[in-house]
């Protein structure tokens, strides 16, 4: 039997996100797996039927940890020993990294983070994940007697396993004192669908020379119902916000469409898209990477190439 | 009064070395250094280098220490620090340090950093450009029991206390955090400086301070791994993009719409 407790978090509705759905997936996928999900407040509705034994809420933890995450590690802490599972999965978002790291440290566990695969060798378990950018991968095996894994978002599909799961309240009664405090949160204004929830993507990179194209790619991401997301060279030269990253130290994304402007597919950046249905190219090197990992691709201008296209594509969405 | 910084640093391959040029050895699991290619500082941790040389441009009197633990360092990577404008650069060097797994490496910060002396910040980059694990820095706030916050883009002394941005998804957190703290820094601070010549010539002139495990009172037998590597490969990609060619690159633009719509893409 392999113990597990899931980190669940949840999506904008306040439900059980897709990547701790997909998260399910990983655990169940392990060879006698006794999976428990711990959730932060209330259950929402969607706990109520995930494949997992048993949901454990924990109350402790509100939106005045967010961030800081000190709170959230004591309680996830004392849940752990209390409960000792072999493994602890959260996924790779902002609670999860920061909050899988301190407690590994904490319970002196092993820690992996952005894993895209979790498996049974052996007795034990081993972990793949990207090292080197993405340019290599690397295969773990976990020789300590509890691993802290994070999970990257689209290595597991979101599975439609349902089950009925118990849930139980866990309290440990511990009450951290804040060690920073959080003063204030300055949100860039949002227009349309998340970049993560897009069903089409379209992206730009230093190729397109500066920050008016954006407008561009902004009018093609508005005809497809998408969202504009950027490469980190564009966001370092301050083209467009860093919201708009994707990649390994950006945002994931896995749309249907995945449209590349002017971005050379470094695997850093693939990282945060590789998982998307298709990948379209548009770059005027023949011999860039991005070729090499894209489904479609036209070697040109984007300043030529881009306004046929989008006029196709609004007489095909009329 | 002296505000003293001690920013962590990694030596790793240059991460934009060519794909071509990326090789690994798998009989030994280790990446092959690339010809001609040295190695550098981890770029995040240079970025931890400017977010306190800033302090310093702002006017406070700022002592900055780079640690780094590891072996085979190549000086004029390592050196970069200095020559930015950091004050000392200390090493912990020992052939033991080749290849020892993250939570190995906060054992041996830890002890370092206890053993040079008082300090009131510790900085370290958002992750390595190696193993991409972003928890060391987060690990030592756990070990020394500091007050961590990770991602910051915008750092300010004030008073006992420092004034913080950290990135989030969507924007940024607002964050006042004491002294001592342990933080991770990211690129949205802003590019880091080159050194000039003045800095460079005074660089060459520093020598590291160097301290074995044995100084720290270490020894191998504490840094066993809890992560074993078992294989590292390059995977293999069989993708085959199909180009799109019209008569001219407006032409190429619309039946790529059209292509897309035939797949059903759109
Ligand atoms: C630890 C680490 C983490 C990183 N994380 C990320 C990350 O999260 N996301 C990310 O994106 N990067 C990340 N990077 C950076 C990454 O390695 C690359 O440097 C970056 O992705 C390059 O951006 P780019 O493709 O826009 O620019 P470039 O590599 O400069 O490519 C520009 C492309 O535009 C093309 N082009 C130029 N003009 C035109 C034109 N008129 N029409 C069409 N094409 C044109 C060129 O042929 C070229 O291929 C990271 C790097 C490190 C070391």
Redesign the pocket.
């Known amino acids: 039997m392999t113990s597990i407790l899931l980190v669940a978090e949840r999506d904008e509705q306040g439900e059980i996100s897709q990547s701790t759905v997909q998260a399910i997936a990983a655990a169940n996928g392990l060879v006698d797996s006794v999976v428990t999900a711990a959730i932060a407040g209330e259950a929402p509705a969607s706990a109520s039927a995930l494949a997992v034994e048993k949901v454990v809420t924990l109350s402790s933890i509100d939106d005045a940890d967010l961030g800081i995450y000190d709170q959230a590690t004591a309680e996830i802490s004392a849940l752990v020993e209390s409960t000792s599972p072999e493994v602890v999965i959260f996924s790779k978002s902002d609670f999860g990294s920061v909050v899988g790291a301190r407690l590994a440290f904490r319970s002196d566990s092993a820690f992996a983070a952005d894993c895209i695969e979790i498996s049974n060798a052996g007795d034990g378990v081993s972990v793949t994940r990207p090292v080197y950018?993405g340019s290599a991968l690397a295969e773990f095996d976990i020789v300590s007697s509890r691993a802290i894994i994070t999970l990257r978002a689209g290595a597991y599909e979101t599975n439609t396993e349902t089950g009925s799961p118990s849930i139980e309240a866990f309290e440990s009664g511990v009450n951290v004192e804040q060690t920073a405090s959080v003063t204030g949160t300055v949100a860039e204004a949002r227009e349309g669908v998340r970049l993560e929830d897009a069903n089409f993507v379209v992206s730009g990179?230093?190729?397109l020379?500066g920050p008016e194209p954006f407008s561009v790619l902004t009018d093609l991401a508005n005809a497809l119902g998408g969202a504009v997301g950027a490469?980190?060279?564009?966001c370092d030269a301050g083209w467009i916000d860093h919201s708009h990253?994707?990649?390994?130290?950006?945002k994931s994304v896995s749309p249907d469409v995945y449209i590349a402007?002017?971005?050379?597919?470094?695997s850093?950046?693939m990282?945060?898209c590789s998982s998307s249905r298709a990948i379209v190219a548009?770059?005027?090197?023949a011999d860039?990477n991005?070729f090499k990992e894209a489904r479609f691709g036209i070697v040109?201008?984007?300043?030529k190439v881009l306004p046929s296209f989008l006029a196709t594509v609004r007489e095909l969405k009329a | 009064m002296t505000v003293r910084i001690v920013v962590l640093a990694k030596q790793v391959p240059d991460?934009e070395t060519p794909p071509s040029q990326f090789k690994i050895d798998e009989s030994t699991n280790t990446v092959i250094p690339p010809n001609g290619v040295p190695p550098v500082v981890n770029?995040?941790d240079l970025n931890a280098v400017e977010a306190a040389l800033l302090l310093r441009d702002a006017g406070a009197d700022v002592e900055i220490t780079v640690l780094s633990v590891g072996s085979d360092f190549v000086m004029d990577a390592m050196k970069k620090p200095l020559a930015m404008g950091a004050d000392r650069l200390v090493l912990v060097d020992d052939s033991g340090l080749g290849n020892i797994d993250s939570a190995a490496t906060v054992k041996v910060l830890a002890a370092a950093i206890e053993k040079d002396g008082p300090y009131d910040l510790i900085l370290g980059g958002r992750?390595a450009?190696d193993w991409?694990q972003a928890h060391v820095t987060l690990g030592l706030a756990e070990v020394l029991g500091l007050p961590l916050v990770s991602l910051v883009q915008k750092l300010e002394l004030d008073g006992d206390s420092v004034s913080l941005q950290r990135v989030i998804p969507d924007g940024y957190q607002t964050i006042t955090a004491p002294v001592p703290s342990v933080l991770t820094i990211t690129n949205e601070l802003g590019e880091s400086r080159y050194p000039n010549l003045r800095g460079i010539m005074q660089a060459s002139r520093k020598k590291p301070e160097v301290f074995s495990l044995a100084d720290l009172g270490l020894s191998s037998d504490d840094l066993a791994p809890k992560l074993e590597l078992r294989k590292l490969y390059i995977p293999e990609s069989n993708k085959q993009v199909e180009l799109i060619e019209g008569e001219d690159e407006a032409d190429s633009g619309k039946k790529l719409a059209l292509r897309l719509r035939e797949e059903k893409l759109i």
């Open positions: 950018g990179g230093r190729g020379g490469s980190r060279a564009a990253q994707v990649g390994l130290t950006g402007v002017g971005i050379s597919g470094a850093q950046h990282a945060g548009i770059n005027k090197d860039s991005i040109g201008d984007w300043e | 991460p770029g995040f992750q450009s991409d």
